[in-house]
């Protein structure tokens, strides 16, 4: 079976760890082959390439800026990129005739593209629903429903549910999401959706008690504290002045320390946070090479994750995976219209508060520094196993076609 990923992430290779290299090497493992759309994004400076390597062909576009950059050139980007990679199907997978067609939210602008190859090839055409837009963006401001912005709403919208309708299958990250899809697009059968959710494939990244210490030193990170670690996005969805907020208000709490990991558009506002504040409770890093990272992990206590409270969408980030291969437990800060709370709490793994209620965070933090949280850890590991194993995912998706 010939397999067409399309995907906004930056892949050279299905060797990298992540929940769409790991899904596509699933694919490859079962003798199908696998072929990759990839664009490169201009602030890298390189040139449109056609990558053959051992487990798929790799074909990357020239695009505008998608990442880490403003909401006007995001926007013009997600415009055009259409019809760059429309063009590039066309150039170079002309002889192919593919069997089934994958791709991701984000973007919603991959319409033409898989209309055209399902039309070509009667290929089946499966959406991986990872981000709902522009429902979100209409959460946080970004885009309004009136105005020009109203405007630019309007035409991702039309977007968003003309790609619904060209798929033939869509699979959500989690329970809240499957309803959600249904419930607010009628036209779409509801048998279509189902569950899908990030998925890895499953290494234990916890580390042994001297690894901990190592890293722990290396890094400046008291020995004796229990260790909340955030590593990802710094961005709108993530409400960072809300994140900033609960850092204050936990500065007292003697026996937590707080590392904060990750880049995005709001960095500059924790930044200047950690730059005017003097907390000896707290330390920032930029970024981190994904192997030190994930170690890092393993040597910390509990991992967090922040959504802004505005959200009416239902997210579910994946670094939630990257905690619980670590096997530490998880401390998760949202809106209530998310279900990844109920789904830490309820698989005893973890915590939740709403990401409104700094009072409620710090009380919880001042509980977790006292509490024993190995066990809830090693939960976590086994419920990544049993529900987020790439096994899982690969088999949903191979059924439909």
């Not at 994904?290 to 009416?312: P, Q, S």
């Not at 939740?352 to 001042?366: I, Q």
């Amino acid at each position: 079976m010939n397999i067409l990923f399309l995907s906004l992430i930056d892949i050279e290779n299905l060797d990298e760890r992540s929940i769409y290299t790991d899904l596509l090497r699933e694919f490859w493992k079962h003798d199908h082959n696998v072929y990759v759309i990839s664009p490169i994004e201009r602030r890298k400076k390189k040139q449109a390439t056609l990558l053959h390597t051992e487990k798929a062909v790799i074909l990357k576009p020239k695009i505008l800026n998608m990442q880490k950059t403003g909401n006007i050139e995001k926007g013009f980007s997600m415009l055009t990129i259409e019809s760059i990679i429309l063009k590039a199907v066309k150039k170079y997978f002309a002889d192919v005739k593919f069997d089934l067609v994958l791709y991701a939210t984000p973007p919603v602008t991959f319409h033409r593209v898989v209309s055209y190859v399902k039309k070509r090839d009667n290929a089946v055409t499966y959406l991986l629903q990872k981000d709902i837009f522009p429902e979100g963006a209409l959460d946080l401001g970004v885009l309004s429903k009136t105005g020009w912005k109203g405007l630019v709403y309007k035409y991702f919208r039309y977007k968003e549910m003309e790609l619904l309708k060209v798929s033939d299958h869509i699979g959500c990250m989690s329970v809240a999401n499957v309803q959600y899809i249904r419930n607010h697009n009628s036209f779409i059968a509801p048998d279509r959706v189902e569950l899908c959710p990030n998925s890895i494939e499953v290494i234990d990244k916890s580390v042994m008690p001297e690894t901990r210490v190592m890293v722990r030193k290396k890094y400046n990170i008291p020995l004796q504290k229990k260790v909340f670690i955030y590593g990802g996005n710094l961005g709108k969805p993530q409400g960072i002045p809300f994140l900033v907020s609960c850092l204050e208000k936990a500065k007292e709490i003697e026996k937590a320390f707080f590392v904060i990991v990750g880049d995005g558009t709001d960095f500059g506002l924790i930044e200047n946070y950690v730059k005017h504040a003097n907390q000896q409770n707290l330390k920032l890093m930029k970024h981190l090479p994904k192997e030190d990272y994930e170690t890092l992990v393993g040597a910390c206590d509990v991992g967090m994750i922040f959504l802004d409270h505005r959200f009416t969408i239902p997210n579910f980030p994946s670094r939630l995976l990257s905690y619980m291969q670590a096997k530490i437990p998880v401390l998760a800060v949202t809106d209530p219209y998310t279900d990844i709370g109920n789904v830490i709490v309820k698989g005893g793994f973890g915590w939740w508060c709403e990401s409104d209620d700094t009072d409620s965070f710090v009380m919880l933090v001042a509980s977790i520094v006292n509490e024993e949280v190995t066990g809830l850890g090693k939960n976590g590991y086994e419920y990544l196993k049993d529900y987020y194993n790439v096994h899982n995912s690969y088999a949903v998706i191979a059924k439909a076609v």
